[in-house]
T-cell receptor, first 112, second 116 residues
Framework: NAGVTQTPKFQVLKTGQSMTLQCAQD?????MSWYRQDPGMGLRLIHY???????DQGEVPNGYNVSRSTTEDFPLRLLSAAPSQTSVYFC???????????FGEGSWLTVV | KQEVTQIPAALSVPEGENLVLNCSFT??????LQWFRQDPGKGLTSLLL?????REQTSGRLNASLDKSSGRSTLYIAASQPGDSATYLC???????????????FGKGTHLIIQP
């Protein structure tokens, strides 16, 4: 059982470039979310989805897009990378609000 | 806006000690509370999940309590071991209706070192 899989694990981007962080889960979870983790700031919610075709903004959505065309996949798109988006990104999933949440291993992104 | 605070920010104790990590939250209208462990360079692993109607949960040497009315949770680690060294985070889930914000509000964590 793979759980939550994120790719790539490491990425260096130049300012202005775009890229997509991939996230896939094989647990048939309805809820998926993206967080970023920064020193001194903790984990902050970027975007989330409560099911295929449904997405919404979290605390820090600016500069990011998401879509949820299938239950399994929830990609995060950086439209025009900025140094402020240098961070560790975590994808997570759970069956519903009352259940345990599972995290991927993280994606380390550096924007230069 | 929900805020979650963890005290202490860092803790170093000798092996074998029992210890308590604290978590407080400002809005008592929570759905549940989870404790996580994060090792360096890794993702978060869920340790214990306490629903808002529960008072405590236990898993092995770990016991988590929840006092929703006072906005507090504690994580008790018995007979600590060097392998327990990690950052421990608590997070609360605030219920909402319809399109209300889903997701967890995290504390900044307690960095725990168990000395051999």
């Amino acid at each position: 059982n793979a759980g939550v899989t994120q790719t790539p694990k490491f990425q260096v981007l130049k300012t202005g470039q775009s890229m997509t962080l991939q996230c896939a889960q094989d647990m048939n979870h309805e809820y998926m979310s993206w967080y970023r983790q920064d020193p001194g700031m903790g984990l902050r919610l970027i975007h989330y989805s409560v099911g295929a075709g449904i997405t919404d903004q979290g605390e820090v959505p600016n500069g990011y897009n998401v879509s949820r065309s299938t239950t399994e996949d929830f990609p995060l798109r950086l439209l025009s990378a900025a140094p402020s988006q240098t961070s560790v990104y975590f994808c997570a999933s759970r069956w519903n609000r009352g259940n345990t949440i599972y995290f991927g291993e993280g994606s380390w992104l550096t924007v230069v | 806006k929900q805020e979650v605070t963890q005290i202490p920010a860092a803790l170093s104790v000798p092996e074998g000690e029992n210890l308590v990590l604290n978590c407080s939250f400002t809005d008592s209208a929570i759905y549940n509370l989870q404790w996580f462990r994060q090792d360096p360079g890794k993702g978060l692993t869920s340790l214990l999940l306490i629903q808002s109607s529960q008072r405590e949960q236990t898993s092995g040497r770990l016991n988590a309590s929840l006092d929703k009315s006072s906005g507090r949770s504690t994580l008790y680690i018995a007979a600590s071991q060097p392998g327990d060294s990690a950052t421990y985070l608590c997070a609360v889930s605030t219920g909402g209706s319809g399109g209300g914000a889903d997701g967890l509000t995290f504390g900044k964590g307690t960095h725990l070192i168990i000395q051999p």
